[in-house]
C-alpha cells in the first residue's frame, strides 16, 4: 500500500487538502486499491481557513518518512494563523525529510510557500498563488524560479500550483504519479472528470 502524508498546518483552506483525500481514497476502493491516506496534523484539532475543524489521524512528531510514498500540503489563509503552524520548524524538517528521501511532494497554491521556505526549492522551478503579486514575489525570494503563467509546475520530485482552480489536478497528477495514467483515467471517469 503506497501511503501519502496529507500534512495539514492550522489555517489550511479544507477544500486543498479535500481533493487528497478524495482522489486517494476513490482509487483505494474504485481504482487499483494501491493508495491510502494518512491526515497529519500540527495540533491534535485543528481549525481551517473558513472555521472548520479537523481531527488528524497523527501528529507531525509521529511520522516516520519511510513510510510514506509522498507528502500533500494544501495551503491556507494568513488571517487564519496558516503561516504561523507552517512555517514552524517541525514542519520544514518533515518537508526536508521528504524531499532528501526523493519523495513526491505535492502542494496547492500557497502550500508552495511552505516547501519553499525549507530551501528545498532554491534553483528549482515552481509556482504559487497568482492573483496576489506578493505571494510569487515571496516565492522568489526564497529562492525558486518563480514560473509566473504556469498553473502547475512540476520539478523532479515536486509539485506546485498557482491557486485553488488547480487542486484536482494536482490531485490526479500526484495519483497518476504513484500509480500510472491508466489507473488514474479510471478514477477520473469514475468521478466523472472525463466521459
Keep these: ?11 489550511f483552506e479544507a477544500v486543498e487538502a479535500s481533493v487528497f483525500t478524495d482522489v486517494i481514497g476513490w482509487n483505494k476502493l474504485q481504482g487499483d486499491g494501491s493508495t ?21 489521524e497523527m501528529h507531525i512528531s509521529e511520522v516516520n518518512v519511510n513510510d510514506f510514498e509522498a507528502l500533500a500540503l494544501p495551503g491556507g489563509f494568513e488571517e487564519a494563523g496558516f503561516y504561523d503552524d507552517a512555517y514552524d520548524e517541525d514542519v520544514l524538517n518533515l518537508i526536508r525529510e521528504f524531499n532528501s528521501a526523493g519523495k ?10 511552505v516547501v519553499a521556505k525549507s530551501g528545498i526549492l532554491e534553483g528549482r522551478s515552481a509556482t504559487t498563488y497568482n492573483l496576489n503579486p506578493i505571494r510569487q514575489k515571496q516565492l522568489a525570494e526564497f529562492g ?3 514560473m509566473k503563467d504556469q498553473p502547475i509546475v512540476i520539478d523532479q ?21 504513484l500509480t500510472s495514467k491508466e489507473n488514474c483515467n479510471r478514477v477520473k471517469k469514475l468521478m466523472g472528470f472525463i466521459k
Excluded: H, Q
Aim: hydrophobic share 50%; glycine share 4%.
Design 157 to 177: 520530485n515536486i509539485i506546485t500550483s498557482y491557486n485553488p482552480a488547480t487542486a484536482f489536478d494536482v490531485a490526479f497528477m500526484l495519483l497518476e504519479l
Design 1 to 11: 500500500m503506497k501511503k501519502i502524508c496529507l500534512l495539514l498546518p492550522n489555517g
Design 104 to 113: 513526491i511532494i505535492a502542494s496547492i497554491c500557497v502550500g508552495a510557500l
Design 144 to 146: 525558486a524560479n518563480v
Design 36 to 56: 491510502d491516506l494518512v491526515t497529519v496534523g500540527t495540533r491534535e484539532k485543528l481549525k481551517c481557513t473558513w472555521n472548520f475543524t479537523v481531527i488528524p
